[in-house]
Structure formats: C-alpha cells, structure tokens
C-alpha cells in the first residue's frame, strides 16, 4: 500500500501534472491529437497547439484554483466560503497561485461567478449566476478538500457541496463534488479503486435518500452505469473520463487515456491524474513530467502544511 505522505503527495502532483500536460492538446477533437506514446508536455512537431504563448509544463486555471481551495483550508482551518472566494477573486485579478501570475483559460461560469462576488453578491449565491450550468470548473480544483479533510462523511460531503456553490451552484456540480471526495479520501484511506467508488456511491446514497439531491445522484450522475464520455466539459462526462481513465494500471496511461478524449483534456487529465496520483503515489508519476513542471517551490508552501498536519503530527 503507498503511504500516506506520497498518496497526499501523489494526489496534489498527479492533479497539476495532468494539469499541464493536457493544456497544449485543450480544443482538439480526437481525431486530432497526437498518437497515444507522443502525448508529451511538448508536443511533437507540427502539431499546433492550444495556448501557444503558454510555456510547457505549466498548470492553467484547474491547478491554481485547486492551490486556492488548499491555501483556504490550511489557513482557515476549515472551509471557509468567503476566505475561499476571496482567494478565488486573488486569482482572477493577481494571479495568486498562476504559474508567473498569469492566468489564462478561464471558464465562462467561473468568470461569471466572480464578476457577482466582486459586485457583492454571497458566495453562497454566486455559483448561480448560470441556473442550469453544468461545467466541470468546481470538480477540477477540490481534491484538496479531500486529502485535507478529518471530518466525517457527511462534513465532507456538506463541505464538496458548499465549495462547489462559490462558482458552480447547480445540484449536479454539488453531487459530482461529493462523490469525487468520497472516492478520493477513500482511496487515500487505502481502499482499491474501484472498491472506494463503490463506497462513495453508497455512502453518497444513503446520504441523500429520496431527495432531490438522492434523485439527481441516480437520474443524472447515473454512479453505477457504464460510464461514457465525449471529453467535454460536462462535469459528468468529465467524472465519467476519470472512472474510464482509472481502468488503467498507471499514472501515464491514465492521464494520456483522459486526455485521448479530447476537448477538454487538461481538465480530464487533471481530475484523473489526482486520483491515480493518490492510488500510485508520487513515485508513480512519471520522472520526466515531474522535473520539467513549473512551479515547484510554490507548490512545496502549500504541501509541507498539509503533511504537518495529515501525517507529521
């Protein structure tokens, strides 16, 4: 079983290098895209890239904003919507936690959003701005509540729920955020795969019951079906990517498998690689992709807490 210290590791690493390695390939169909073995952070020649202007190995919108959720919670030692909307807002205008500060790929709910906190309005209300919107931009940055958080199911579930209001308000979003956390705190707890999917989808269930949260679980989510996905930014479709993704048996083959989908691959890619980063460890991560990624010593304030905290006691 990997240890604690280099699944947490593994996980924060895992989501930022499928991060980064999924941004050059963004807006590309399938049919697209390199061959599986040359989905590398520089593309090989010829290819033409998303975010051309955007130096390799550099994490987008997905890993800064999950940084803010991780520096949030070890500030605030709790979730706090307000400290976190404010890091979100940090972000967007100062760059906190971009690579160079630059931030770049933005999605359009989360702009949004963050145009409504910056006018004034809750963040429990902000997420709301679109009703119906189902974007994937609060499941690409919360597996930091997961290896952070000690509290119960239900706390954590509440707590997936509430982080996903700040910008992404619609009950799928929230339902998504929870399952996710479940499968992941589980994992890092040591529990196989599929067998911690499994128990989020029932802890999740039992949760929910018959209420409108319960119905959209089964009806929409739809945890114990095959999963399917287009490699859009659905955030079914994008937690759909990781379940399929999680079928192979390493970190490079499930990052390279999420973002073969195409469209939106480095959030596939990142909301994939932290799972597989947790069950493989950071040594599972391949060298060549570690090295090369930017922003090492930004990363190293957040994750030297969080040991200290998780595991150093």
């Not at 069950?279 to 930004?298: A, E, F, H």
Request: glycine share 8%; proline share 4%; charged share 20%.
């Amino acid at each position: 079983m990997v240890r604690l210290e280099a699944a947490i590791r593994g996980g924060v690493w895992g989501l930022l290098v499928g991060d980064a390695l999924g941004v050059p390939y963004e807006f590309h169909s399938p049919g697209q895209l390199p061959r599986f073995d040359e989905l590398e952070m520089t593309p090989p020649t010829g290819f033409r890239r998303a975010h051309h202007t955007i130096r390799p190995a550099t994490w987008s919108d997905d890993g800064a904003q999950a940084l803010c959720l991780l520096d949030s919670l070890l500030n605030s030692r709790r979730f706090d919507e307000r400290d976190f909307a404010d890091r979100l807002l940090l972000w967007r205008s100062e760059g906190l936690w971009a690579i160079d500060r630059y931030v770049f790929d933005v999605g359009n709910q989360t702009d949004a959003a963050l145009a409504k906190l910056r006018s004034g309005t809750a963040p429990t209300e902000s997420g709301f701005i679109y009703p119906n919107g189902k974007g994937n931009g609060a499941l690409m940055r919360v597996l930091p509540l997961a290896l952070w958080h000690t509290g119960s199911a239900e706390e954590l579930i509440e707590d997936a729920h509430r982080q996903a209001v700040v910008t992404h308000g619609h009950i799928t979003n929230q339902v998504c955020c929870a399952l996710y956390c479940l499968w992941a705190r589980s994992m890092l707890q040591g529990q196989e795969a599929n067998a911690a999917y499994a128990y989020a989808v029932t802890t999740l269930s039992s949760y929910y019951k018959d209420s409108a949260y319960g119905r959209d679980l089964q009806t929409v989510v739809r945890p114990t079906e095959d999963p399917t996905t287009d490699g859009s930014g659905y955030i079914v479709a994008t937690l759909n990517a990781a379940r399929i993704a999680l079928e192979e048996t390493n970190y490079e083959a499930v990052v390279k498998r999420a973002i073969s989908y195409g469209h939106d691959t480095d959030t596939n890619a990142a909301v994939a690689g932290g799972l597989a980063g947790i069950r493989d460890g950071v040594d599972g991560i391949p060298s060549r992709w570690l090295k090369q990624m930017r922003g090492q010593r930004l990363v190293e304030k957040l994750l030297d807490p969080l040991l200290k905290l998780r595991v150093r006691v």
